[in-house]
């Protein structure tokens, strides 16, 4: 058990915002997991949706590949690889959610920015991993 001294110490030792930085980075893969779950559901990442395709024809050919973009709006989603090429750069006191396909930029261009967590993917990443893990850490560097 440690003095009141000892824990005194460890809390003026204690880097937050470096916690919070490895919390973010311990849970990149749940992010990645929020975005594709986002791109699947045709959403940006204010909500909204991505963009409607011009041609009907197409959009009936994207809405039975998914559905849960909804007739007519984009998912971005053709062959997976735009999907399976997400990743998460955390950087000081924010992070950055991206893709290394290299047709990304040519979408951003045309479409916007669809990219980032969405309030809900928020509450969820917290409530399911960030918070957690973050504790988890906080503890492990007290030593409680």
Do not use: C
Not at 93 to 114: M, S
Request: proline residues 3%; charged residues 30%.
């Amino acid at each position: 058990m440690a003095t009141i001294n000892q824990l005194r110490s460890r809390l003026t030792a204690l880097n937050v915002k470096e916690e919070a930085e490895e919390a973010l980075y311990q849970s990149r893969e749940e992010m990645i997991e929020l975005q594709g779950d986002q791109l699947s559901h045709g959403l940006n990442s204010k909500g909204g949706k991505i963009g409607k395709y011009k041609s009907d024809k197409y959009a009936a050919k994207k809405f039975a590949q998914n559905p849960l973009a909804g007739l007519g709006n984009m998912d971005w989603i053709l062959t997976g690889e735009l999907k399976g090429e997400l990743f998460v750069d955390v950087r000081p006191q924010t992070y950055v959610i991206d893709t290394a396909d290299p047709k990304a930029g040519k979408l951003i261009e045309d479409f916007g920015d669809p990219f980032g967590l969405t309030k809900e993917s928020k509450v969820k990443l917290i409530a399911g991993k960030l918070r957690p893990v973050f504790i988890k850490n906080v503890k492990e560097e007290l030593r409680l």
